[in-house]
């Protein structure tokens, strides 16, 4: 009796002692798991750069803010610039926070932001960003004096149809949606009408119910209710126009060949532009007279690309 009594007495003590070695394996294997979670939050850290626009218009200002995809404890930024990949990166002065500002005057500056830790080491970086600059008319004098429509007709040149090639929405529903107030308050300050007077001077020109165009090659294509339309499209020369303000403007022509029903025998282009150029927006007339539409000052829809949001719109529009 007595030796089964030490026989269990035994088997407890040892039952007793394997738990306690298991407990503290199991507490081993805790603690390094915590650990490694904390491992890979620290070094797993990725930088977005916010708010880098498509493009900018020289003299824009250049809004960015740097941002973890986790939560840091850290907040000692500096923002790095360099003008091309060959360059070396330098740190931008005064700027030690998660956002940056300047000014568009590069085209191509590559900008980077660095996150440091509490030992001034690198604890995560960005991928830079590009600044494109495009300022579509350019911002030399003679540039300008073409857009605001003082040029000589010897200037002039024949241009074709792939200038304006691309996808391009109304800036009407904009307009009706109260997006490009904005622009009307800007005018008001520096022009002749109030704000209001701006909007409806506007909502007789830009009105249409085409609300995408689409041209590839000698194609154009009217989106309009729904409905999509097409029509192939020849040069038909260019009409220069003589303003009562003094201005002048071309009308660059282009005539019906094939298409569907509905296309209007005569679409012609006015863009500031008046030699061969990639159209960055243009005014859009069209209809079955070629001497009336020449005739037409009032109405003149307007069109940018599809892929500009409003904000990009009411910013391309203040730059000009």
Not at 43 to 63: K, Q, S
């Amino acid at each position: 009796m007595k030796k089964t009594f030490l026989y269990l007495l035994s088997l407890l003590c040892l039952s007793i002692v394997l738990a306690a070695c298991q407990g503290a394996d199991d507490e081993a294997d805790a603690d390094q798991s915590s650990g490694d979670e904390e491992e890979v939050e620290v070094t797993d850290v990725d930088i977005d750069i916010n708010g880098v626009a498509d493009h900018y218009h020289t003299g824009d200002a250049i809004e960015l803010t740097a941002v973890p995809n986790k939560v840091v404890d850290h907040d000692h930024w500096h923002w790095h610039t360099r003008e091309s990949e060959d360059a070396e990166w330098e740190a931008v002065a005064d700027q030690e926070s998660s956002t940056f500002t300047g000014e568009a005057t590069t085209d191509g500056l590559q900008i980077k932001a660095t996150l440091y830790d509490d030992n001034e080491e690198v604890f995560a970086e960005s991928e830079p960003v590009t600044v494109v600059i495009d300022d579509h008319h350019g911002h030399d004098e003679e540039s300008q004096q073409i857009y605001n429509g003082y040029f000589d007709d010897e200037q002039v040149e024949d241009r074709e149809l792939t200038d304006w090639e691309g996808d391009w929405q109304s800036v009407y529903p904009y307009l009706l949606d109260g997006d490009l107030d904005e622009v009307f308050e800007h005018k008001a300050e520096e022009g002749d009408m109030t704000a209001e007077e701006y909007k409806e001077y506007y909502t007789t020109g830009y009105v249409t119910d085409v609300d995408r165009i689409t041209i590839e090659d000698h194609t154009v294509t009217f989106f309009q209710e729904g409905e999509e339309m097409s029509g192939e499209y020849e040069n038909d020369g260019y009409e220069i126009l003589d303003y009562e303000a003094g201005n002048r403007g071309v009308r660059f022509v282009y005539k019906l060949t094939d298409g569907s029903e509905g296309m209007p025998e005569y679409i012609q282009f006015s863009d500031h532009n008046i030699f061969p150029t990639d159209s960055y927006h243009y005014h859009l007339y069209w209809g079955d007279d070629r001497e009336a539409l020449l005739e037409e000052v009032d109405h003149w829809p307007t069109y940018y690309p599809s892929d500009l949001d409003a904000d990009g719109l009411v910013r391309d529009m203040l730059a000009h």
